[in-house]
């Protein structure tokens, strides 16, 4: 399985981005959880938020939650992350994460497959 982030960028405050993360292959069992994970400099990795394998049950980060939309596209095997009202502390590297479950998970060591992250930075 291959995971890749994208369309990270810079941005203002108040503006916002939507990330995409493609998946090639697919974990032993078909069915995947997935989630989205960001590294600001100096600090560790945190959870943003997670989807189920149907789409239909998401989990967010306190700190994003109103701002932030995950959603996935099975039949094109993508997943997305809308960002708006965007604030400096969003700044970070963002990364995508699968797991072999269908359910949502917020600990990063639920997730097998990384994508190689892409950087989001909002200027003030």
């Known amino acids: 399985v291959q995971l890749q982030a994208y369309r990270g960028g810079l941005v203002q405050t108040g503006g916002f981005l939507r990330l995409s993360c493609s998946v090639s292959?697919?974990?032993?069992?078909?069915?995947?959880?997935m989630a989205w994970f960001r590294q600001a400099a100096g600090k560790e990795r945190e959870f943003v938020a997670t989807?189920?394998?149907?789409?239909?049950?998401?989990y967010y980060n306190s700190s994003v939650k109103g701002r932030f939309f995950i959603s996935r596209d099975n039949a094109r095997n993508t997943m997305y992350l809308q960002m708006n009202i965007l604030k400096p502390e969003d700044t970070a590297i963002y990364y995508c994460?699968?797991?072999?479950?269908?359910?949502?998970?917020?600990?990063?060591?639920?997730?097998?497959?990384w994508g190689q992250g892409t950087l989001v930075t909002v200027s003030s």
């Open positions: 994460a699968a797991r072999e479950a269908s359910g949502v998970a917020s600990s990063s060591d639920r997730y097998a497959y």
């Open positions: 292959g697919r974990p032993a069992g078909g069915g995947y959880g």
């Open positions: 989807i189920d394998v149907s789409g239909k049950y998401q």
